[in-house]
């Protein structure tokens, strides 16, 4: 299996409260992506990274903003929690092209509930 | 743009029946493709791939063919099992870029 750990797995807080994601990696990838899984939608992109210090915005970028600062680590942050970002959260990693068919391998989530 | 459409779901199916999970997508040139499959409380697993046209993914004997002539990259098993209950989702990739495009899942559940 990948090495991908996120952190917290769970996590309730209140609407306003700025919140923030962990993803972790061991296994030197490039790329890392966030995602959202809503019932009905599947899954949607809201910010992924290319490099260190360097990230774009997917479909659902709005109310959330990333950092990485290193290349193992992608953090996502809720600027000030709605209820509408209740949600499971995925973290998934992929390597340059020919590295691994550049697959993603995904985290185990995080399940987010803001009251 | 590029996008990846499969089956509504849920499917239900009794135990050692015959599984097809419909997936079609539209892309400019030759994406590569994708099934994950996603257990209750676990995140998203590779179950098979094909990077060209006339490839066979093949994986816990679940197939799906690259068909570049309908664009289709169908999931299918001979005998499901009660273990493959899950949901599946189709996905893609460019050959250019590294976005993946996912389907909206299908929800797969075998009853003994």
């Known amino acids: 299996d990948a090495g991908i750990t996120q952190s917290p797995r769970h996590k309730v807080t209140e609407t306003g409260t700025p919140v923030t994601l962990r993803c972790h990696q061991t296994?030197?990838?490039?790329?890392m992506y966030w995602y959202r899984q809503d019932p009905g939608h599947g899954l949607r992109l809201i910010h992924y990274?290319?490099?260190?210090?360097?990230?774009d915005k997917g479909e659902v970028s709005d109310g959330y903003s990333v950092s990485r600062s290193k290349t193992e680590d992608f953090l996502l942050t809720l600027e000030s929690a709605t209820s509408s970002q209740t949600s499971v959260y995925f973290c998934?990693?992929?390597?340059?092209?020919?590295?691994?068919?550049?697959?993603?391998?995904f985290g185990p989530g995080t399940r987010l509930t803001v009251l | 743009g590029d996008s990846v459409t499969q089956m509504e779901g849920p499917v239900t199916l009794s135990e050692e029946a015959f599984l097809t999970i419909n997936c079609t997508y539209t892309?400019?040139?030759?994406?590569?493709l994708f099934w994950y499959v996603q257990y209750p409380g676990e995140g998203l697993q590779l179950l098979l791939k094909a990077t060209k046209a006339d490839d066979k993914g093949s994986n816990k004997g679940f197939e799906a063919t690259y068909r570049k002539e309908t664009t289709s990259f169908h999931l299918e098993k001979g005998s499901v099992q009660v273990s493959d209950s899950a949901v599946y989702f189709c996905a893609l990739t460019p050959n250019t870029g590294n976005q993946f495009y996912f389907g909206t899942g299908t929800s797969l559940t075998v009853i003994p």
């Open positions: 998934a990693i992929s390597g340059d092209r020919g590295q691994n068919g550049n697959e993603q391998f």
């Open positions: 296994e030197n990838h490039r790329y």
């Open positions: 990274s290319y490099g260190v210090k360097d990230t």
């Open positions: 892309a400019t040139g030759y994406p590569s």
